[in-house]
């Protein structure tokens, strides 16, 4: 099992910047892709960053420019640097990790990003 958990969320206004962190914990045997998700009142829940462990990245096209995925392996976590918030941006966001053999899909409990206008 492993375990994720964020820290970093919060209010803040439009134009701003937070950055989210994720740590991964448990029995880690190897983590292919990280990622954060998030969930805005009344919508689905939607990708937002991705980063392999190799490093490569992908992003959708609404943060493009303003928000940066990286991760350390060595400290099983991973960063979401956003920049530049708009109110938009106003969602639960949540970690994922794709890790095992069997690439197993492990969530994290949440954190709410709040941008105000």
């Known amino acids: 099992q492993v375990q994720l958990v964020e820290s970093g969320g919060g209010l803040v206004q439009a134009g701003g910047s937070l950055r989210l962190s994720c740590a991964a914990s448990g029995r880690i045997f190897f983590i292919n892709a990280m990622g954060w998700y ?3 009142p009344g919508k689905q829940r939607e ?3 991705v980063i392999t462990r190799g490093g490569s990245t992908n992003y959708a096209d609404s ?3 303003r928000f940066t995925i990286s991760r350390d392996n060595a400290k099983n976590t991973v960063y979401l640097q956003m920049n530049s918030l708009k109110p938009e941006d106003t969602a639960v966001y ?3 990790a794709v890790a095992g053999f069997k690439m197993d899909d492990y969530w994290g409990q949440g954190t709410q990003v709040t941008v105000s206008s």
Do not use: E
């Open 38 to 40: 998030r969930q805005g």
């Open 94 to 96: 949540y970690c994922n």
């Open 63 to 65: 943060v493009k420019g």
């Open 47 to 49: 990708l937002v960053a």
